[in-house]
């Protein structure tokens, strides 16, 4: 062996015993998903490297660059004494290896810095919710309701105004007439209605339909208590939130945070069922038999008060095709708002286009909400494993948009569903929707979650830029731990969107560049927060959002995934 090739060989067993061995344990899920079933390059954690040595090393704990030193000094000290040229060669790279991970290290501690800093600026900066705080508003006769502007499996929704100090309008632009402008007088003309209604019915009342939970207030509270995670902290009286958190009727779900991408419930209480609109005709079984002698509902129910949005998602799309850029956005509204609801330990377990509200910023970009969390899945402890023992126990709504692993598992002993990349992969059926597309899980089509294969997916139109072809398809993996989170995707699309000059040259290890744009990104996102109307549009909620949230090791195995990317699309083109 020459005395060359030695050298090399001391290298490359310096880097891979402490890459692959020592530093492994701290980081082991994420280096193997970047490195071994990516194939994106091999990349080292930025935590300390001590805190991965096992009190056994205790010649190594001083750091890598010390052991680096000493490991150089002994190869000097063989050189002038005895041993093999080889041998002696081969130690002497051994360490200078060590100490090239060193500076390797070092980097990833300033980028860690760097994201933590950004962070701690952007997640003071709290989401203001657009209404004004309600000072009123816990009983049916405090709203004038209005006509039904939905109707689900589970409750109806009403336009309503409040009686007394109405909230203050959003600026978000509320009407449909901008996606209608080029259409025939008679479509302007409701679409102008429907504006003019939204002014004078600014809230929406939901009223669940109840049917087992009896007409206690208490019964009712605990039965629906999922509808209650996106409640704010007055949502409830303050009597009400004793008698039902004291343990004695069960412990209300906990509830999320505000955030851009989710629905706020401002008031929620019990009320008699009322004959509203179309009831009758709409849902007469579910009326209670003072009202519909064949219905089968109780007398009392549970009554949500919200933000009246003038359609939903799937409405949106029925008469109207999104840009482009808007059409990515909404998708990474989607991952900002499922990546929110799982650092919180909640799941929505039936996300679809109709569950999705939506309105138009002050730029007319569509502004999208989750909304309906009856079927949510809201843990304390955040693990969003649910115990599967039993065909009896709910999976969650919307059997067609139902993740793989919760689709096809099986119950029994031991058995655990594991949610936490669930509503993702639902976000990546719903693009199809967004993109023009019919989604591939509804009929005609019709592909099962349990049994398709990823070859069977359609193919995105052309027009759909590559990096959100390959979020898209990396969202619909079968198995979850090849799918990347919902905070990965979204900043891989956040990347893609606002970071293709910084991603030009970098790869998959060295942060310093990104770490650079980032610092750049910030400035700029907080000089247009304090220039009037244009930091409240969606491009600055979503900057925002995604700087709040920024993590070195999810910003890094997204960078990886798009360079992965796009390798294997140069490598299909030079293929062809």
């Known amino acids: 062996m020459s005395v060359k090739h030695a050298i090399s060989r001391g290298l490359e067993m310096g ?10 344990s701290g980081g082991r899920v994420a280096a193997k998903l970047r490195a071994d079933r990516f194939r994106v390059g091999p990349s080292v954690r930025s935590a300390q490297p001590q805190a991965f040595l096992p ?3 205790r010649y190594y704990r001083t750091s890598l660059r010390g052991l680096a030193a000493q490991l150089q000094s002994a190869g000097f000290r063989r050189m002038m004494g005895g041993g093999s040229p080889r041998n002696r060669a081969v130690f002497l790279a051994f360490g200078l290896g060590v100490g090239l991970i060193e500076q390797q290290l070092e980097d990833d501690r300033r980028s860690a810095a760097t ?19 309600f000072t009123s508003g816990y009983k049916l006769e405090d709203y004038i309701i209005g006509n ?3 109707k689900g499996s589970n409750a109806a929704v009403y336009e309503a105004a409040a009686r007394f100090a109405p909230p203050k309008e959003s600026d978000r632009k509320c009407s449909l007439v901008q996606l209608r402008e080029d259409e025939e007088e008679g479509e302007t003309s409701r679409s102008m209605t429907c504006c003019s209604s939204l002014r004078n019915f600014p809230l929406a009342v939901k ?3 109840n049917f087992g939970a009896g007409s206690s207030s208490e019964a009712i509270l605990k039965s629906m208590s999922q509808e209650l995670v996106p409640a704010v902290p007055l949502a409830l009286k303050q009597e009400k939130e004793q008698i039902t958190l004291d343990g004695h009727f069960g412990d209300l779900p906990k509830r999320v945070s505000a955030h851009p991408n989710v ?9 008699d069922v009322p004959l509203l609109p179309g009831a009758q005709e709409e849902y007469p079984d579910v009326l209670p038999a003072r009202l519909n002698p064949a219905g089968l509902g109780n007398n009392r129910t549970l009554f949500l008060v919200m933000k009246n949005y003038p359609c939903t998602l799937r409405q949106y799309l029925e008469v109207s095709t999104p840009g482009r850029k808007q059409s990515s956005m909404m998708l990474l509204q989607l991952l900002e708002g499922v990546d929110h609801l799982c650092r919180q330990g909640v799941a929505h377990r039936d996300l679809k286009s109709d569950n999705v509200l939506l309105e138009f910023d002050s730029d007319g970009c569509p502004h999208l909400v989750i909304t309906d969390f009856g079927c949510c899945l809201a843990q304390n402890d955040s693990s969003l494993q649910l115990p599967f023992n039993s065909m009896w126990v709910n999976r969650g709504g919307n059997a067609s948009l139902m993740a793989p692993e919760v689709s096809s598992a099986l119950p029994g002993s031991g058995v655990v569903i594991d949610y936490s990349k669930a509503d993702a ?4 059926a719903i693009a199809y929707e967004i993109f023009g597309q019919h989604n591939p899980f509804y009929r005609p089509l019709a592909l099962e979650s349990r049994s398709y294969q990823e070859k069977q997916l359609p193919a995105l139109p052309s027009s759909v830029p590559a990096d959100v072809q390959l979020v898209v398809g990396l969202l619909l993996r079968r198995d979850p731990s090849k799918r990347p989170s919902a905070r990965v995707a979204a900043n891989m699309l956040h990347l893609s969107l606002w970071g293709r000059k910084a991603l030009a040259n970098q790869d998959s290890t060295g942060m310093r560049k990104l770490a650079d744009w980032l610092l750049c990104q910030s400035a700029v996102v907080l000089l247009r927060g304090c220039s009037g109307p244009s930091g409240n549009t969606v491009e600055a909620e979503l900057q925002r959002s995604f700087l709040s949230n920024l993590d070195l090791e999810d910003l890094r195995t997204a960078v990886g995934f798009l360079l992965y990317g796009r390798e294997q699309s140069q490598a299909c083109i030079l293929s062809e």
């Open 15 to 24: 880097r891979s015993v402490f890459q692959l061995g020592l530093l492994k």
């Open 55 to 57: 009190s056994r090393y």
């Open 115 to 133: 994201c933590q800093e950004i962070q701690a600026v952007f997640s003071k900066k709290r989401f203001q919710t657009p209404l004004k705080p």
């Open 148 to 150: 039904q502007i939905g």
């Open 207 to 209: 009223m669940m339909w």
């Open 263 to 271: 629905i706020r419930v401002y008031r929620a209480f019990t009320a």
């Open 425 to 428: 992969w639902a976000v990546g």
